[in-house]
Antibody, heavy 123, light 108 residues
Framework: QVQLVQSGAEVKKPGASVMFSCKASGYTFTGYYLHWVRQAPGQGLEWMGWINPNSGGTNYAQKFQGRVTMTRDTSISTAYMELSRLRSDDTAVYYC????????????????WGQGTLVTVSS | EIVMTQSPATLSVSPGEGATLSCRASQSVSSNLAWYQQKPGQAPRLLIYGASTRATGIPARFSGSGSGTEFTLTISSLQSEDFAVYYCQQYNNWPPLTFGGGTTVEIK
């Protein structure tokens, strides 16, 4: 069965960086885009960007350009997202989510989600 | 950026009753709209994509309709497990992909 297993919770100070991981299993890792979506406490969902695990190509939301880097290691079916220059308003649960396919082409809605990683940014 | 607006923010419904949730896009998203359900402490779960196609394993009491800028998620005969927050998401124009602010369906 498809699973996305994310790394554990983190506590960071303002200005630091954090690296998230998302290990995929149960499907061909390189066949589906992986997206990152975050959710601040009590708030809605915010899309951050995607990575194509096959090519390594990425597309980031403008809001996070310059602060976010998405990478992958196909040998261990794992995607990573690094967020730098953390601020208190980056406190949120960060999800990786697999984008579905329409035929052979990527779609942009999410059929499987990781369990989320809570990052708390506090001095 | 396409802004997605959901209404109402909170819907109070008795078990067994139906619920109608609305989602409006600031410009046409064709039928490129998905609905998700999220329970406390859990990740979202895909319910509907393509505005009206149920995802795998989703009960028939969930149905989606609409196109363009106006969309509806209907839950017939709410079960206890259906009380949750529901989000719509457009995937027609990106970046960015955008979500609505959510509708909380609570027990009346």
């Amino acid at each position: 069965q498809v699973q996305l297993v994310q790394s554990g919770a983190e506590v960071k100070k303002p200005g630091a960086s954090v690296m998230f991981s998302c290990k995929a299993s149960g499907y061909t890792f390189t066949g589906y885009y992986l997206h990152w979506v975050r959710q601040a406490p009590g708030q809605g969902l915010e899309w951050m960007g995607w990575i194509n695990p096959n090519s390594g190509g990425t597309n980031y939301a403008q809001k996070f350009q310059g602060r976010v880097t998405m990478t992958r290691d196909t040998s261990i079916s794992t995607a990573y997202m690094e967020l730098s220059r953390l601020r208190s308003d980056d406190t949120a649960v960060y999800y990786c989510a697999r984008a579905s396919l329409t035929g052979y082409f990527p779609s942009y809605y999410f059929d499987y989600w990781g369990q989320g990683t809570l990052v708390t940014v506090s001095s | 950026e396409i802004v997605m607006t959901q209404s109402p923010a909170t819907l109070s419904v008795s078990p067994g009753e139906g619920a109608t949730l609305s989602c409006r896009a600031s410009q046409s998203v064709s039928s490129n709209l998905a609905w998700y359900q999220q329970k406390p402490g859990q990740a979202p779960r895909l319910l509907i994509y393509g505005a009206s196609t149920r995802a795998t394993g989703i009960p028939a009491r969930f149905s989606g309709s609409g196109s363009g800028t106006e969309f509806t998620l209907t839950i017939s005969s709410l079960q206890s497990e259906d009380f949750a927050v529901y989000y719509c998401q457009q995937y027609n124009n990106w970046p960015p992909l955008t979500f609505g602010g959510g509708t909380t369906v609570e027990i009346k």
